[in-house]
């Protein structure tokens, strides 16, 4: 027999007696603290809800915490309530002898179980339904927004310690700040000139590494104006902690006077720039970090 | 059940395969002193040797950074090191065609025992105790280093080049050395005292994984003395190729400990399967066992992976091979790979025997059985298959095949259902328990705890749309601080308390360490605590500049670190006072365990049993009114006059 459940005296009734209160406890303390979650907190928590992404991560972390904090609080109300009752009292006597409870096993097992792949589920739903949910997808995305209109594609280059940023719509020009239009739908295209990278705007919700000589693909869809922040989140050398730089999510008239208007200040330079392309070669021995499009290395 | 008594009389005794005769003589013991020189000697060599080779080629006179030179001069130090220590001498007596036998056990041995390639498990484990820990608190310096420098958001104290030495340091001291705080003091001394065995299967080995971490530890400290290192522990390929021969220092450190758990494990398995006494079966096997058994073949299976990944690292540094790079073939996401199939079976291998000390010591102080005996077991071995399937979850951003994504979210949260279950063994073992708040008790159910921050939030983690939030922020490193600090440290400070009465024949002082327990449990949760919400606002790992909003939370969590390491100083001053001036003796016991470790005298005897003991009930018996004694210590030996 696997499980031994000789029990002596009357673990049923202690059972009852301890786990009546422990429930009471446990549920009441659950009640409130998913709900203080959900209403309190749950409309101010980071990072906002300027873009859907970062809407969906709110919406994920929130319901992550209404799930889990039920669970924190029963260990702790089970082991508050069973250290302080069922502590040695001086006595020096042994405790209720048991071993195992093939019921209370079971149950365990069945709940944990279905808890878990339930959340497997709900993040999988979560990570396919919104386009990849704002993270790099890698060179050929699998999953992509629905809507066929126009989609802003904004590719961002990644190099010790500086992120740039290049527009195909806008001539191919390369900007070193990044503006967005609300209420589209954007692509980031990610990639870096050197080691690896990564591309975090953290209001966005969007996080893809940026490795050399690989595009990786991101998208979200811009709900509010607003300043975002951008950093660079994987190690990439000493000044990785100073590798950041901060953009806006602005109307759509703004952002097309301030595109329209870089295009005609950068020509010049655009010119001089290699073919706009997926990723680029580093080239390290080049003067000045210039580089140049792997074709015409 | 027909016992084999035959064996018994044979079986681990030292000494018993040439006599006591041809022992060698003390007088010209090899050690430490002998083993420095000889690595001097042997990194000069290597160094010298890797200029005369390599010193002329372009990349190398054009960069200035000999890496063949210094990863020459480490294996040269290292077999120097290793000669000059004695370890070499048993193989080239063998090639003579001479047999050495191990040098006997002794009651008590003179000083420099400790500081020599002693083959005696007791000693072993000694020198690990004192080696980890020494190493632990090398860690925590270059921690409080780096939340010294992020007091401010901009005013730097370290520099930024300086920053990110210190910061890659820490990181790789702690994850290599931890790895063997458990298993290599915990597991070396007491398994063979568990099991009911006079010996680990194979002293010589143990011997040498001790120590392999010598050499590593210096390696990777040597690195601070050549520019450091950029790359952080998981030393990302092409960053790790770009840097200087700091990086070196990194990757022949982190290979030499990766020698020292293979050995380690190769051992701690072979004696586990094959040393247990009579009656010891699988089904009475102490918890503790069971998890070092677990973190053994975890280790066994995923570390050569690590030095694998090294080893191409080290081609691509000194030789120019280009595989984890691409302009010629190579690709950086190799390494990732690579690293990080041996990178979470890791942090589950510094997991476990935090599990398996706690679970050990909780029905010692409940007075009760482990509740679900067998779960526990199941649970570790669960832990220990999955954890070599979720290894991508690190690389949820990286672009790295994203349909793979739902299959890596799923393993890497089911995982948590036999993670659930050692949380199940534990309340049930608390149960109508009688609990004693002793010292290593409170540690024990300190481990819950914290370990159930690190747990729930690795759910977080594991989720995909919610990883995108906090990948690669101080969540994430809150996370794995409860889940190694909290969890494995607080069960090792424990496990220090509980068995210094076997280790070191003392009994460390209950108020003293009550007042280090609360300090540092107090200390922990209010450093670590604050980081979830700080990574959660927006702030990457391993930076030094960070907003400005964010400059209270990170004061609050440095000065907290300043108490924490006040904690720990307060437990080396108090743990080295008592051992070496008050040294309180401790009796025979003292906690009432019926674990077979207690069985025996204190100090113990030079070969643990007088006899290899039958073993006729369960370590866990408590509260069972008609639990007979755990073993026959003395048993009759059929044939035998007495």
């Given amino acids: 027999m696997a499980i031994k459940s000789d029990e002596v005296g009357s673990p049923a009734a202690e059972a009852r007696k301890h786990g009546g209160r422990i429930f009471a406890l446990w549920f009441v303390a659950s009640v409130i603290v998913d709900l203080v979650v959900w209403f309190v907190w749950g409309p101010h928590m980071a990072p906002g809800f300027m873009t859907t992404t970062a809407a969906g991560q709110v919406f994920d972390f929130k319901v992550l915490t209404v799930l889990s904090a039920p669970v924190l609080l029963m260990v702790w109300i089970y082991g508050g309530y069973s250290l302080i009752m069922f502590r040695d009292k001086g006595t020096h006597e042994d405790g209720y002898y048991v071993k195992g409870n093939r019921k209370i096993q079971a149950t365990w097992y069945t709940l944990t179980g279905i808890l878990v792949i339930g959340l497997a589920a709900f993040g999988t739903y979560e990570l396919i339904a919104p386009a990849g949910a704002g993270v790099g997808e890698g060179p050929s995305p699998i999953w992509k927004p629905n809507n066929a209109g126009h989609t802003l594609i904004v590719q961002v280059i990644a190099q010790q310690w500086r992120f740039t940023y290049r527009w195909p719509q806008f001539g191919g020009m390369e900007t070193t700040s990044i503006n967005l239009p609300v209420n589209t739908e954007i692509q980031f295209d990610v990639t870096s000139l050197d080691v690896i990278h990564d591309f975090w705007a953290y209001q966005l919700g969007v996080k893809a590494d940026a490795n050399p000589e690989v595009n990786n693909v991101a998208y979200t869809k811009t709900l509010q104006t607003g300043r975002f922040v951008v950093r660079c989140d994987e190690l990439c050398g000493i000044w990785h902690g100073a590798m950041y730089n901060y953009g806006h999510v602005v109307s759509q008239s703004s952002f097309y006077s301030w595109a329209h208007s870089m295009e005609a200040q950068n020509a010049s330079l655009t010119k001089l720039l290699p073919k706009f392309s997926t990723s680029y070669l580093p080239k390290d021995n080049v003067v000045g970090g210039q580089y140049f499009n792997s074709s015409q290395a | ?642």
């Fill in chain 2, 1 to 642: 059940m027909a016992i084999d008594m035959s064996q018994s009389t044979g079986v681990g005794r030292s000494g018993d395969a040439g006599g006591a005769s041809a022992a060698p003589s003390s007088r010209y013991r090899l050690n430490f002193i002998t083993g420095t020189i000889a690595a001097a000697i042997g990194y000069l060599f290597g160094h010298w040797l890797g200029n005369a080779i390599a010193g002329h080629y372009p990349s190398i006179v054009n960069s200035g950074s000999n890496d063949p030179a210094m990863l020459l001069g480490f294996i040269f130090g290292t077999v120097g090191w290793f000669a000059g220590l004695g370890a070499l001498n048993y193989p080239i007596a063998k090639l003579w065609g001479r047999e050495v036998p191990l040098a006997e056990k002794k009651d008590k041995y003179p000083f420099m025992e400790y500081f020599s390639y002693s083959t005696d498990h007791k000693v072993v484990g000694k020198q690990y105790l004192v080696g980890m820990l020494f190493y632990f608190f090398i860690g925590g310096l270059l921690a409080l280093a780096i939340r010294t420098e992020l007091l401010s958001p901009t005013y730097h104290i370290w520099g930024p080049a300086t920053y990110i030495e210190v910061v890659g340091e820490h990181g790789t001291m702690m994850m290599m050395m931890m790895t063997s705080i458990v298993m290599g003091p915990f597991g070396n001394f007491l398994i063979p005292l568990m099991i009911g065995s006079k010996k680990m299967a194979f002293p010589r080995l143990e011997a040498a994984s001790f120590w392999f971490t010598i050499p590593a530890f210096f390696a990777l400290l040597s690195a601070l003395w050549e520019g450091g290192f950029q790359t952080g522990w998981t030393g990302y390929a092409p960053l790790s190729i770009q840097g200087g021969v700091g990086q070196d220092g990194y990757l022949y450190g982190f290979a030499m400990m990766g020698f020292s758990m293979i050995l380690a494990s190769i051992n701690m398995v072979a004696t586990i399967i094959n040393y247990r006494a009579p009656g010891m079966r699988w089904s009475r096997m102490p918890v503790f066992a069971w998890g070092m058994i677990t973190t053994a073949f975890t280790m066994l299976l995923s570390v050569p992976v690590l030095i694998d990944g090294l080893y191409v690292l080290g081609l691509d540094r000194a030789v120019q091979t280009s595989m984890l790079y691409g302009e010629h073939g190579g690709s950086p996401f190799l390494w990732e790979n690579l690293f990080w199939f041996f990178g979470h079976p890791e942090v589950y291998l510094l997991a476990l025997p935090g599990f398996a000390l706690t679970t050990e010591i909780l029905p010692v102080f409940c007075r009760k059985p482990i509740f679900a005996y067998k779960t526990s077991a199941a649970g570790m071995i669960g832990v220990a298959v999955l954890s070599f399937f979720v290894w991508q979850h690190h690389l949820f951003n990286s672009g790295i095949n994203p349909d793979m994504r739902p299959l890596f979210m799923l393993s890497t949260e089911l995982i948590s259902i036999p993670t659930g279950f050692l949380y199940l063994v534990g309340m049930g073992t608390i149960w109508r328990a009688r609990v004693r708040f002793t010292v290593p008790m409170l540690f024990m159910l300190a481990v819950f705890f914290n370990f159930l921050w690190g747990g729930i939030t690795g759910v977080y983690n594991s989720d995909v749309p919610v990883d995108a939030l906090i990948h690669g922020s101080f969540f994430v490193m809150a996370h794995f601080h409860f889940t190694i600090m909290g969890q494995l440290m607080f069960a090792v400070m424990g496990a220090v308390y509980y068995y210094t009465p076997l280790l070191f024949g003392i009994k460390l002082s209950e108020k003293l360490g009550k007042i280090h327990f609360w300090s540092m449990f107090i200390a922990f949760n209010s450093t670590f605590i604050p980081l979830f919400i700080v990574g959660f606002l927006g702030q990457p790992r391993r930076v030094f500049e960070y907003a400005t909003r964010l400059q209270g939370l990170n004061q609050w969590v440095t000065i907290s670190s300043y108490v924490l390491g006040l904690s720990l100083a307060f437990f080396v001053v108090t743990f080295v006072w008592q051992l070496v001036v008050s040294r309180p003796a401790s009796p025979k016991n003292p906690w009432e365990s019926r674990g077979m470790e207690w069985q025996v005298n204190i100090p113990i005897p030079a070969e643990n049993f007088e006899r290899i003991p039958v073993v006729l009930s369960g370590p866990y018996e408590y509260g069972n009114p008609n639990a007979g004694p755990i073993a026959d210590l003395d048993p009759v030996v059929v044939g035998s006059e007495s």
